[in-house]
Nanobody
Framework: VQLVESGGGLVQTGGSLRLSCVLS????????IGWFRQVPGTEREGVPF????????YYAPSVKGRFTISSDNAKKTPYSQINRLKPEDTAVYYC????????????????????????WGKGTLVTVSS
């Protein structure tokens, strides 16, 4: 199983980015996908989630209205569209996957904590300049 993120970079406040996460070795329709972000010295924070099997989504209050999670199942690629970026969005963004059919017993609703996710990418850095 492999998750590979891309799309990070340096943007100005108010700008937009689209993060991608190419999946291999797993079937997107069976998984909960979460985008997490982490600033050094802080805990990893789950921001948007989507559950392909039941169609549910979740957005952390800090990103609601600015982040949109989606996927192209044919390309096995989830996305996180980030608009109206703020300096406090600066972080490494990670894509993570949880198998729905087993994970939903432990986590019947979104969000899922970082320790609950099954697979992780290596992250992509987003830097927002003020």
């Amino acid at each position: 199983v492999q998750l590979v993120e891309s799309g990070g970079g340096l943007v100005q406040t108010g700008g937009s980015l689209r993060l991608s996460c190419v999946l291999s070795g797993l079937f997107l329709d069976d998984y909960v996908i979460g985008w997490f972000r982490q600033v050094p010295g802080t805990e990893r924070e789950g921001v948007p989630f989507m559950s392909s099997p039941d169609g549910s989504t979740y957005y952390a209050p800090s990103v609601k209205g600015r982040f949109t999670i989606s996927s192209d199942n044919a390309k096995k690629t989830p996305y996180s569209q980030i608009n109206r970026l703020k300096p406090e969005d600066t972080a490494v963004y990670y894509c993570a996957a949880l198998l729905f059919w087993t994970g939903s017993y432990r986590y019947p609703s979104l969000p899922v904590p970082p320790e609950g996710m099954d697979h992780w990418g290596k992250g992509t850095l987003v830097t927002v300049s003020s």
